[in-house]
């Protein structure tokens, strides 16, 4: 699963010692290239719960999170992204898994003023499970279409989704709006989606969130959302007693460099 983003990383290195080498020896100068054409980010966040697609990871507590992109010019990347969870040993005590690590990889362009995005994501949990439990780890394929401040994406999962079995084939539609609010440099957010579960009707809701952010500057920024879904209860109730989807404030610090 770590192969992309290790062999991506394999070549940035390479790349970065054959520039040091290229201008008296001349060796590897196609790397060379290659790597001043790479961009490297990465990002470390703090929020007060982990929310995906509206529904609760870390059972109401705070979630710490990072991870690192590899951008080529070219539009092609790779990147890691990870956070502590808790709702798989939530769900099953008999599971030990407090880890997400996610891998993708895809090709972002412009045409015209359309910009999109495909790609491919693998949400891993390591960790122990007990024998006959429904593997958590996804694939998804994705691709997205924005245009102004509107974007559309469209998530499809090659593998069962999220631990729930029989739902290959199952999506998750996004939609979300961006704009300059004018006001104290602050941005705001609004969006919808829902998530189809194949086979599993029960397990299929709708999730909305608005939010203003603001840069503090130091590439900074201090986010506050509100989030609620329509998650059936006697599907995202975890065996704590939690209702996972139920509204809440959640309020981000992420630190890119």
């Known amino acids: 699963m770590t192969r992309p983003a290790l062999l991506a990383c394999l070549l940035c290195s390479l790349g970065a010692t054959a520039a040091a080498q290229t201008p008296d020896t001349g060796f590897f100068p196609k790397a060379a290239t290659f790597a001043n054409d790479v961009t490297v980010t990465a990002n470390v966040a703090l929020a007060n719960e982990y929310r995906y697609r509206g529904i ?15 951008v080529h010019a070219s539009g092609f990347y790779v990147g890691n992204w990870n956070s502590n969870i808790s709702w ?4 099953n005590p008999g599971v030990s898994s407090s880890l997400e690590m996610d891998f993708y990889g895809g090709y972002k362009a412009t045409t015209g003023p359309v910009a999109w995005d495909v790609g491919v994501l ?5 960790g122990s499970r007990p024998d006959g439990f429904t593997s958590p780890d996804t694939t998804e394929v994705y691709a997205s279409a ?14 069962n989704l999220f631990g729930f079995a029989d739902t290959k084939n199952s999506g998750y539609a996004d939609l979300t ?52 879904t329509n ?20 309020i981000s610090l992420t630190r890119t460099f």
């Open 146 to 159: 924005g245009a102004g401040p509107v974007v559309f994406k469209y998530s499809h999962a090659l593998t």
């Open 88 to 91: 798989l040993s939530d769900s």
């Open 231 to 250: 998650a059936d209860r006697s599907v995202y109730t975890n065996t704590r007693g939690r209702y996972l989807g139920k509204g809440m404030v959640l």
């Open 56 to 70: 609760g990871q870390t059972n109401g507590r705070p979630a710490l999170q990072g991870g690192f992109d590899l």
């Open 122 to 126: 693998q949400y891993a949990y390591p």
């Open 177 to 228: 709006g961006t704009m300059n609010t004018g006001v104290w440099g602050m941005t705001a957010t609004a969006h919808v989606g829902h998530q189809w579960v194949h086979n599993l009707s029960a397990a299929s809701y709708s999730d909305w969130r608005v939010g203003l952010s603001k840069d503090l500057g130091a590439s900074t920024v201090l986010a506050a959302a509100w989030l609620d």
